[in-house]
């Protein structure tokens, strides 16, 4: 059943056929002013990860159309890719 009233307690009450009890919720404390800090510093990227990056995205376009024709031995294959580069993107950006 669905139930459109004036209040939410209203709609409650037509639905389940109770009134829901009174609930005492504390208002929210307002949230304390952020002071504008420096601009972040824009991340390089090397050149090599930008590169996987792009052959990461050929290779999930490249799934997506073995997908949509299929195709699952090649899907297989570029998922593998896929997943080959991502593996050489962490490794290149995630320091131990």
Do not use: S
Request: proline share 10%; hydrophobic share 45%.
């Amino acid at each position: 059943m669905i139930a459109m009233e004036e209040t939410l307690d209203a709609a409650i009450a037509a639905v389940f056929g109770v009134v829901p009890p009174d609930i005492d919720i504390p208002p929210a404390e307002p949230a304390e002013p952020v002071e504008p800090g420096e601009p972040a510093e824009p991340v390089a990227v090397p050149d090599d990860v930008a590169a996987l990056v792009t052959e990461a995205l050929r290779h999930r376009d490249q799934a997506e159309q073995a997908f949509r024709d299929g195709d699952w031995t090649r899907y297989g294959e570029e998922i593998d890719a896929l997943g080959a580069a991502l593996d050489q993107i962490e490794a290149l950006l995630v320091q131990d």
